[in-house]
Each structure stands twice: as C-alpha cells, then as structure tokens.
C-alpha cells in the first residue's frame, strides 16, 4: 500500500514546485524540426516522380523496410542520401541472384 501524506502548502507555492517540474521535464524532450533545405528531402510524390514508381511500390519499399520515411508535420519525407542509397542496393541485389 502506498504512503499518503497530507501537506498544508500554499495554492500558490504548490502551482510553482509543479511548474518547475513540467518545465524541467519539457527541456528533456528535443522538439523535431522539418528540414531546412528543400533539396536533402523528398514528398511521396517526388520521390515517385524521380525514381519511375507507384506510390504503392513506394509505400511498399517504405514498409518493408528498404526506405524510411520521416513523418514531419503530418508529411512523409525522404532522405535524397537514402533513397540514393536505397535504389542502388535494390540494383545490385537483382544482378547477385544469379551467382552462388
């Protein structure tokens, strides 16, 4: 069973100690920030349009785990960097299938 203790503290010094507290624990979180540079990120249908595929194709590399996308204010982006990288996996993986 857990202790209860009953503590006469004024309104106006317990809204202070609990107001420390939430402010103390907000600074611990890192607020994300969307991308400074248009040219680093990629929208759906960028990526899309550049690479020749469907948004399903897309949504399905996305899924299965070969691009990750970043949601950043309710959109999903991609990494230029990644998606670079990504395709050229995908390119070499097709070409080792035949070798043992």
Same mark, same amino acid.
């Given at each position: 069973?857990?202790?209860?203790?009953?503590?006469?503290?004024? #309104? =106006?010094?317990?809204?202070?100690?609990?107001?420390? #507290?939430?402010?103390?624990?907000?600074?611990?979180?890192?607020?994300?920030?969307?991308?400074?540079?248009?040219?680093?990120? !990629?929208?759906?249908?960028?990526?899309?349009?550049?690479?020749?595929?469907? #948004?399903?194709?897309?949504?399905?590399?996305? =899924?299965?785990?070969?691009?990750?996308?970043?949601?950043?204010?309710?959109?999903? !982006?991609?990494? #230029?960097?990644?998606?670079?990288?990504?395709?050229?996996?995908?390119?070499?993986?097709?070409? =080792?299938?035949?070798?043992?």
């Amino acid at each position: 069973m857990e202790n209860v203790i009953l503590h006469s503290t004024p #309104l =106006k010094d317990f809204q202070e100690i609990i107001g420390e #507290l939430i402010e103390a624990k907000l600074k611990q979180f890192q607020p994300v920030t969307p991308p400074q540079t248009q040219g680093e990120y !990629l929208t759906r249908l960028e990526t899309c349009k550049k690479y020749r595929i469907s #948004l399903a194709t897309l949504h399905n590399l996305t =899924k299965d785990g070969t691009l990750n996308g970043y949601r950043i204010g309710g959109r999903v !982006l991609y990494r #230029l960097a990644e998606v670079e990288q990504s395709i050229q996996q995908i390119q070499a993986s097709k070409y =080792k299938h035949g070798r043992a």
